[in-house]
Nanobody
């Protein structure tokens, strides 16, 4: 079973930047697509970004396209989410997750993801 640990969250002013990291262990990380999701208070967990096992394909939610960048370093078993031009509506707990099935393409569907991290809080003040 893979273990995921997110870090990098915090409090930032609108317009600022944060970089989230998700360190994975317990499985051959490089075989799996990865994703980032977020959950704001009172809302369902929503897709943010996903990346293929090789890093060559990425998907983004429309709300973050052009501001967020997902990337991965398979040598470090880590996936990143660079968040720029942050807005108050980006405030949420951010989770990383592993796509089910080795070498499957990335997905935007939460049901396609298995192991989840514990989440990291991102708060954007106006």
């Amino acid at each position: 079973q893979v273990q995921l640990v997110e870090s990098g969250g915090g409090l930032v002013q609108a317009g600022g930047s944060l970089r989230l990291s998700c360190a994975a262990s317990g499985r051959t990380f490089s075989k799996y697509a990865m994703g980032w999701f977020r959950q704001a208070p009172g809302k369902e967990r929503a897709f943010v970004a996903a990346i293929s096992w090789s890093g060559g394909m990425t998907y983004y939610a429309d709300s973050v396209k052009g501001r967020f960048t997902i990337s991965r370093d398979n040598a470090k078993n880590t996936v990143y989410l660079q968040m720029n031009s942050l807005k108050p509506e980006d405030t949420a707990v951010y989770y990383c997750a592993v796509r089910r099935g080795g070498y499957n393409p990335p997905s935007t569907d939460r049901a396609d993801f298995g192991s989840w991290g514990q989440g990291t809080q991102v708060t954007v003040s106006s």
